[in-house]
């Protein structure tokens, strides 16, 4: 059976509450009692490992880049297919920790997005008009085994832009033999074993990508490919509503986040990204759902009055560009199963969303999730593990991490 992106299953078309508790989810419950770091009781040991050889990951931004590259790096054959246009231009400037650094390095992109990208020179941060340092969160004894909890407990230390990482992990995974499939729709058929095989749909018409041994889905928040196998969120927080825009005016390397507080006593988060080597900044700026009814040119004219706030310089409708008046919701999710039948596992956005003021999403999609597919892969190929434990491994430290960045950006927040 096809499941195409126009069919949406009445569980997907929202998002889904957690139940009453741990003893409503086994998953939920094993999730609370499981440390990273601990040997795990090994499941299926009589299955034959089936060793992953061919691959297909949907999405082609950072996560499934670098899920690509990863995957190529032993030897698996991998096809991208994604929905936008090759090279999709996206401004947005982002912070990343030294352990992303290690990650690009691992796959042997450091050096050429380090050329386009610059070092982190400070963070400011301002709480309803005090100047305080930024987070420093102590070790957690109770968190010490996890690798997302050090991460996000690590600083940033360097700005890039998104489409520039893009645009190097695409030449470097092109270089290894990936092979992409852009403007094209991926459409799942499950089959009787509850394998998936993966479809291509573009203008031209529908590829058969057959049955691989490893599906990668990193299409994004709002992606259509887990909507199709009806896999909800489970939402961890209340959502907030932000302004974004490309602002063609600097800041230099610079972060600075703000909690203002608004004449009508009201509190408002700002934040701003510079960058060392363009002279513009990404701006956010929070908002009410409200600001879905309003005119385009209203929501310029509210992001110019935050921008000009976070940046202490008057920003004009005329210098911002890109994402001009973009409305986003950002809210604490958690994917409901990360791994779903023998052989699909969900990575990046399209596993956790979260609040940008910890601006954890991409820089744990570089590291936890490469991490935790690295040890799937050469788990099941070394003959360590069976398949089974290893989806079943993957999901528990896929949702530990969206966890831990969740508790991370609540600490921040406070």
Not at 113 to 140: C, F, K, N, W, Y
Not at 154 to 164: K, L
Not at 180 to 209: M, P, R, S
Request: hydrophobic letters at 35%.
């Amino acid at each position: 059976m096809l499941i195409g992106p126009h069919v949406r299953s009445q569980s997907a078309a929202s998002t889904r509450s957690p139940g009453p508790g741990p003893a409503a989810d086994p998953l939920n419950h094993e999730l609370e009692t499981y440390q990273p770091g601990a040997a795990q009781p090994a499941r299926d040991v009589g299955e034959t490992a089936r060793q992953i050889e061919e691959a297909v990951v949907v999405g082609a931004g950072p996560a499934g880049l670098a899920a690509a590259i990863v995957l190529a790096q032993r030897g698996v054959k991998v096809t991208v297919v994604e929905l936008r246009d090759y090279f999709y231009q996206r401004p947005h400037h982002l912070n990343l920790r030294q352990q992303t650094l290690d990650t690009f390095a691992e796959l042997g992109v450091l050096d050429d997005i380090a050329q386009r990208s610059g070092p982190l020179e400070r963070e400011e941060l301002t709480h309803l008009g005090e100047v305080r340092e930024p987070t420093q969160r102590p070790p957690d004894p109770n968190r010490v085994t996890s690798d997302a909890w050090e991460i996000l407990n690590s600083p940033s230390v360097m700005q890039a832009r998104i489409s520039d990482v893009e645009k190097m992990m695409h030449y470097h995974a092109e270089e290894m033999g990936v092979k992409f499939k852009y403007h094209a729709h991926a459409i799942l058929d499950q089959q009787e074993d509850g394998n998936f095989g993966v479809h291509a749909q573009d203008a031209e018409g529908i590829t058969d990508l057959g049955v691989p041994d490893l599906v990668v889905v990193t299409d994004g928040a709002n992606s259509t490919t887990r909507e199709q196998v009806g896999i909800g969120f489970e939402e961890q927080s209340e959502g907030r509503w932000y302004l974004g825009g490309h602002v063609n005016l600097p800041i230099g390397a610079v972060t600075r986040k703000s909690i203002h507080v608004n004449e009508d006593g009201s509190t408002q988060r700002l934040m701003a990204t510079g960058h060392a080597r363009y002279p513009s900044t990404w701006i956010s700026v929070e908002a009410s759902g409200s600001m879905l009814e309003s005119t385009q040119e209203e929501r310029v004219a509210q992001l110019c009055r935050g921008a000009s706030l976070i940046m202490g310089q008057e920003v004009r409708p005329e210098d911002i560009t890109w994402g001009a008046g973009l409305v986003t919701k950002v809210q604490d999710r958690v994917i409901e199963r990360a791994a779903v039948g023998g052989n699909l596992i969900f990575g990046g956005d399209a596993a956790r969303t979260g609040d940008v003021w910890e601006s954890g999403g991409l820089n744990l999609s570089l590291t936890s999730d490469v991490r935790n597919l690295t040890r799937l892969v050469e788990g099941v190929n070394s003959g360590r593990r069976s398949k089974a434990n290893a989806l079943h491994q993957y999901c528990l430290r896929t949702r530990w991490a969206s966890r831990m960045w969740h508790a991370a950006s609540a600490q921040s927040a406070s």
